[in-house]
């Protein structure tokens, strides 16, 4: 059975057991307002703890609030050249600090069968990207039984439909699949090589506006827009996740996106007068 080990446990979060659920506990350790509905989707980022981590967990909390997932799909960006199709970890399973987490095998088989030419089976693509991995932690803490089905998605103008696809393929398993799509928002600065407003504050401003952008068609579920909206723009680096995620959620009933949180990394910590910069967001996608 193939083991996907973790490639940035104690880089962008702690390796050791008892620190990584500390650190967990933390994140998760926060106060939301009250969801009405189900929620079959959500958007997280991937970055570094320290700067993602409490977004990033009040998605799993939200989750953790209703009837809990027994599969999740996660939509993950992609920072790595050569993965230019949908791609599936279809076997085995991943490891995290806080132990193994199964791959949803019976969902990937009919997934690669159903969508033959438009889902390929190719852990490669995981084999070095963090945008799923920094995730599994929270999952296995929260979700101990569940399992999961890792899938990098490029973003091509169709990922919308691709998602909602995949949410008809999954109605036919005899579990709650829900889809969660990793991505940061606008990167700013000299850095990412990307400055339209200049430095310092008005940049900032700048940027929170450009994520704003997205995150409006994030609440108004206009996931069509979603990968255009950042192609132009350059506010995601997993539109296409976001948009599969997105198309997913409205698959299985979805007609509203909830922003829990916003910030970026000079607000999670600063460091001087703004220069480089990310945004953040967690969104979840409800049935009213």
Not at 9 to 34: I, K
């Amino acid at each position: 059975m193939p083991i996907r080990h973790p490639t940035v446990a104690g880089m962008f979060y702690p390796q050791g057991e008892r620190t990584c659920r500390q650190e967990v506990e933390a994140y998760l350790d926060v106060e939301l307002e009250a969801v009405e509905g189900t929620i079959w989707g959500g958007v997280v980022p991937h970055a570094g703890w320290d700067f993602s981590g409490p977004t990033a967990g009040r998605v799993f909390s939200a989750l953790d609030t209703g009837t809990p997932p027994e599969t999740f799909l996660l939509l993950g960006a992609i920072h790595r050249g050569g993965v230019n199709a949908p791609s599936l970890y279809g076997s085995g399973e991943w490891e995290t600090p806080l132990g193994t987490l199964p791959v949803d095998e019976e969902l990937a088989r009919r997934l690669l069968e159903e969508l033959e030419g438009e889902v390929v089976d190719k852990p490669q693509a995981h084999a070095s990207e963090h945008s799923i991995e920094v995730q599994l932690p929270f999952i296995k803490y929260l979700f101990p039984e569940a399992s999961i089905l890792p899938l990098a998605i490029p973003p091509f103008s169709q990922a919308h439909d691709l998602g909602r696809r995949i949410a008809e393929v999954a109605k036919g398993v005899e579990r709650r699949v829900v889809a969660i799509g990793s991505s940061d928002l606008t990167h700013y600065g000299p850095r990412y090589g990307f400055t339209p407003a200049g430095m310092g504050t008005s940049g900032l401003e700048w940027m929170k506006e450009n994520d704003r952008r997205l995150l409006r068609l994030a609440r108004e579920m206009r996931a069509s827009e979603v990968v255009e909206e950042a192609q132009t723009h350059h506010n995601a680096c997993g539109a296409g996740a976001i948009a599969a995620t997105m198309g997913y959620a409205l698959g299985r009933g979805a007609d509203e996106g909830v922003v829990l949180h916003y910030t970026t990394s000079h607000e999670a910590r600063p460091m001087g007068q703004p220069r480089d910069a990310v945004g953040y967001g967690a969104v979840i996608f409800i049935e009213t």
